[in-house]
Nanobody
Framework: QVQLVESGGGLVQAGGSLRLSCAAS????????MGWFRQAPGKEREFVVS????????YYADSVKGRFTISRDNAKRTVYLQMNSLKPEDTGVYYC????????????WGKGTLVTVSS
């Protein structure tokens, strides 16, 4: 079973930074696609960023390009999302996700961590 556990959410002022973590367990992720999605209050979940665990390619949503960075620590089996220059519209529940075959169509999901950006 694949397990994904997010952490690092919280309340931050606009312009601030947060780093989210996603601890992955259950199997080898060396060939997996890892991503972050988010869901704002009253809106559908949307794509934020995804990467191949081996780092071949990375895709960012236009709304976060230049501000967010995805990375991973192989030894810790952890994926990070560094979020800088946060805006109130970045508020939402952030989900870590993993897939076997796609950058965008995920197979496994974490429970999410709440990020609130105050203006």
């Amino acid at each position: 079973q694949v397990q994904l556990v997010e952490s690092g959410g919280g309340l931050v002022q606009a312009g601030g930074s947060l780093r989210l973590s996603c601890a992955a367990s259950g199997r080898s992720f060396s060939s997996y696609y890892m991503g972050w999605f988010r869901q704002a209050p009253g809106k559908e979940r949307e794509f934020v960023v995804s990467m191949r665990w081996n780092g071949v390619s990375t895709y960012y949503a236009d709304s976060v390009k230049g501000r967010f960075t995805i990375s991973r620590d192989n030894a810790k089996r952890t994926v990070y999302l560094q979020m800088n220059s946060l805006k109130p519209e970045d508020t939402g529940v952030y989900y870590c996700a993993a897939a076997e075959k796609s950058y965008f169509d995920m197979d496994y999901w974490g429970k999410g961590t709440l990020v609130t950006v105050s203006s």
